[in-house]
């Protein structure tokens, strides 16, 4: 009985080890910054948006997390962005005053999965 329960007691400790402190968190937010319109007049053929490189703030919509800072990501030349967040509900916010302008967005973070979404930052062109 005492080799049994010692050895319960020892794999139950493996898991608590480096290698569980090493696991990744497998789901967040995944996507692409625009700012748009970029062009006065949109005409047919003309593309009047393009990628953005800024910095997003994430923060959490719910439990203690509620309205507090989660993170910050950096979107690439390209526009686009990656940051992983366990499951649940966040507000994504440009880190920026004044031009471009952008709206909070809402995003739900599923387990095991990345949320798509496109950040649109407004240039105010008109």
């Not at 966040?90 to 967005?105: A, D, E, H, I």
Request: some cysteine; charged content about 20%; hydrophobic content about 40%.
């Amino acid at each position: 009985m005492r080799l049994l329960v010692a050895t319960v007691c020892s794999v139950a400790l493996l898991g608590c080890g480096p290698a569980a402190a090493r696991t990744r968190t497998d789901s967040g937010i995944t996507g692409r910054v625009l700012v748009a319109p970029t062009c006065p007049v949109e005409r047919p053929g003309l593309t009047c948006e393009r990628a953005y490189a800024t910095t997003l703030a994430v923060y959490g919509r719910g439990g203690r997390a509620r309205g507090r800072l989660v993170k910050r990501v950096q979107s690439a030349a390209d526009g686009h962005f990656r940051v992983r967040l366990a499951p649940g509900r966040y507000t994504l916010k440009g880190t920026n005053s004044g031009l471009p302008r952008w709206t909070p967005m809402n995003v739900r973070v599923r387990m095991h999965r990345f949320t798509n979404v496109t950040f649109v930052f407004d240039s105010g062109i008109r």
